[in-house]
């Protein structure tokens, strides 16, 4: 019984890397954003201070992840990969590049709503928890208040850089 070869990622998969977004980076972000259906319509040029990218030679951006910091405590926005690019780790580059970039910036615990992405997050160390225990500032931002329905999965993963990687892995 012979199965199918797989097909190889193509090449601009392979080689993604993640840098920071520039402000002219936000249409392109957007665009993705609508694409994959999350919330874009609060961004602004700033918040691509907190955003990162990858593109994909003259393909444009394959992926974008971004970050929204109250205190300690941020919640992780817009990770999004462009259809033809996922299944091949680009989501994982996203999170690792972002959960780096947050524990510099002395971020201790990272949350995300979602409302599909809840099985991907939890394979890679995310709780559900409630949105009330959250900080107040967090609730009162509008991925909360009205972006996203209350009917998203609250979910968080504490990212201290001194405590142990496999602390809060499910499985």
Known sequence: MSQEPVA?????VV???????EAESLAPVRTLLREAGL???DLRDEHMEAFFVSRAGDEGILACVGLERFGDTALLRSLAVRADARGHGVGDQALKTMEAFAASKGVNRLCI???TAEPFF???????CDRT???ASMQASSEFKSLCP???????KEINPTSSPNRHRHG
């Open 8 to 12: 190889a990622p193509p090449e601009s």
């Open 150 to 156: 209350a009917s998203a999965v609250c979910m968080f």
């Open 113 to 115: 709503l979602s409302t």
């Open 15 to 21: 080689k993604s890397l993640f840098v920071r977004a």
């Open 133 to 135: 225990a959250l900080p």
């Open 122 to 128: 939890e394979a890679r160390g995310f709780e559900r």
């Open 39 to 41: 919330p874009e319509s």
